[in-house]
């Protein structure tokens, strides 16, 4: 299998011109995000991110979530509320290992925000909101069906039934890491 070959490898996220651009503007960026305190999900997703050795980067090490909303660049009213979500076993965009997540109530939030009459800024989405807890995102190419394998072999996870808090939440954009902190 080729790693050039787009529909069969992972793609490289970390684009040093995208990087230094989004480093070098304002510190603070805001999303909605479905805190999770429930240690398993944590523990899983360290496991996964030692099996995949270094062709993966945790992200937001310590902080497992669901981006719900991207805000933007300034700080917006909300009050948080509490969800229902259910983690499931990894999963894998192009870009990043994820846990699948099964929530109606944060696909019912997203869909309300998305048609809101607050003129939250767009999120430029080319794919349909999908609910998950990201892994972590690739530091280089590898053949996909590598990592299904490296996923498939990793022990499986029963669901995690738990609830969550989405509040905003504000990612530092000088961290590679995606650290995230309160506003």
């Given at each position: 299998m080729s790693f050039s070959d787009a529909k069969s490898a992972t793609s490289e996220v970390l684009n040093p011109e995208i990087w230094r651009s989004w480093s070098e503007g304002p510190r603070w960026y805001f999303v909605l995000a479905a805190m999770i305190t429930d240690y398993r999900v944590e523990a899983y997703r360290e496991n996964?991110?030692?099996d995949l050795g270094n062709a993966l980067q945790l992200t937001s090490p310590g902080q497992p979530h669901v981006s719900v909303r991207a805000l933007g660049f300034k700080s917006w009213d909300w009050e948080p509320r509490t969800v229902e979500l259910e983690v499931h076993a990894a999963d894998t965009f192009s870009s990043a290992v994820y846990l699948r997540?099964?929530?109606s109530?944060?696909?019912?939030?997203?869909?309300?925000?998305?048609?809101?009459?607050?003129?939250?800024?767009?999120?430029?989405?080319?794919?349909p909101y999908v609910p998950h807890v990201t892994v972590g995102t690739y530091l280089?190419?590898?053949?996909?069906l590598t990592v299904k394998r490296l996923l498939a072999e990793?022990?499986?996870?029963?669901?995690?039934r738990l609830t969550?808090?989405?509040?905003?939440?504000a990612v530092d954009t000088r961290s590679q890491l995606g650290e995230l902190r309160d506003p």
């Open positions: 996964i991110a030692a997540v099964k929530s109530d944060i696909v019912r939030l997203q869909s309300e925000l998305e048609t809101s009459t607050v003129a939250f800024p767009s999120e430029d989405r080319k794919v280089r190419r590898v053949p996909l990793t022990t499986p996870l029963e669901p995690i969550a808090e989405v509040r905003q939440v």
